[in-house]
């Protein structure tokens, strides 16, 4: 005699645990204790509002599915078949009452969502300069954020600080209180730049640029990463943010001065190039305006700027003096983009000044 039901597998007689599964998955819940719910408790004054938005929209959106849920439970039961003393009138068919309620108060609910949205998305607009350090504290005046250009490479992440004059790879630091804003572009691969304790996601898109500003108010170790799906190593593409003090941070900064290493617009090109789960790498100095040629896409030699094309564009073209200014890509740069099967093209090479046009 089996005291439980069996399966036969190439005959072999094995219990089955069908009644018991769910329990099996209830006792398996308090393993999620060890999870961290980095969403729900934050540690940055961005993060934090934006965590407090969903919870009160979550809120008061249950304050019409809940009662839904449960009225449709009682009248299920109230009005089952085997219910005989349940009032059954044919001929109904309106009731002003009913009606109120089920107009009125989803009316409310959206009123409310929509009045708490517009006012939020004016107020956390990633945009937007900070007004508060958190809850209570003002940022104080003159205060000057901390600049943080931010580069997403396939599959890294690159960070410039031109205060500093140095740069990393995989790993950034900022300081407590201090309002930080962030450059954020991309090099090839839409991506999207994420640090759940800091704030929202923003994208980085190659040859734009998008802004954030957010300040860290505990010190620790968070982890970043990228929201958007960019290719096989976008897995392991993530970095480590350390929110530091004003003394971790600038021996933060004093080790990447330390470092061997220095950022010049050849070691860019040559970091540019698809890699995975690189490790962390620090950078003396950076080539001056880096940032502003990866937006304009014009790192290489030879290459025009797209703030200049679109000058030339705006001005209606060079005309004659761009028909001498022109100039191709160099062996090494056609190598490194796949078109050494493809013939030579001329473009402009540069916008000509007076003295230039002058000349010709």
Partial sequence: ????????????????????????????????????????????????????????????????IVPVILLTFLFAWRYRESNETANYDPDWHHSTVLELLIWAAPLLIIIALGA???????????????????????????????????????????????????????????????PIQFKITSSAV???????????????????????????????????????????????????????????????????????????????LQLEQPSERNPVQRYNSVAPDLFSAIVNRCVEPNRMCIKDVMAIDAQGGLGIPGAYNVTSLSPAVRERLGLTQTPPRQYVGSMCTSTAELLL
Avoid at 156 to 168: D, H, N, R, V
Avoid at 206 to 231: D, F, K
């Fill in 190 to 268: 839409m991506n999207s730049f994420f640090i759940p304790a800091l704030a929202g996601q923003i994208y980085a898109m190659p040859g734009m640029q998008t802004t954030l500003h957010a300040v860290i108010n505990h010190p620790g170790e968070y982890e970043g990463l990228s929201a958007n799906y960019s290719g096989s190593g976008f897995s392991g593409m993530r970095f480590t943010f350390h929110g530091v003090d004003q003394a971790g941070f600038d021996k933060w900064v004093a080790d990447a001065r330390a470092s061997s290493d220095t950022l010049s617009r050849a070691a860019y």
């Fill in 116 to 178: 708490l949205t517009w006012v939020s998305t004016h107020k956390l607009d990633p945009y937007r300069p900070l007004t508060r350090l958190s809850e209570g504290r003002e940022v104080p005046p003159n205060t000057k954020p901390l600049v943080i250009e931010v580069v997403a490479l396939d599959w890294k992440w690159l960070f410039l600080y031109p205060e500093q004059g140095i740069a990393s790879v995989n790993e950034m630091a900022a300081p407590v209180d201090r």
């Fill in 1 to 64: 005699m089996h005291l439980l039901p069996t399966v036969t597998f190439r005959g072999l007689a094995m219990p089955s645990f069908p009644r018991f599964r769910g329990l099996i998955l209830l006792a398996l819940l308090p393993l999620l204790a060890g999870c961290n719910a980095v969403l729900l408790s934050p540690s940055g004054d961005i993060a934090l509002q934006q965590r407090d938005l969903v919870i009160i929209s979550t809120g008061l959106m249950l304050l019409i």
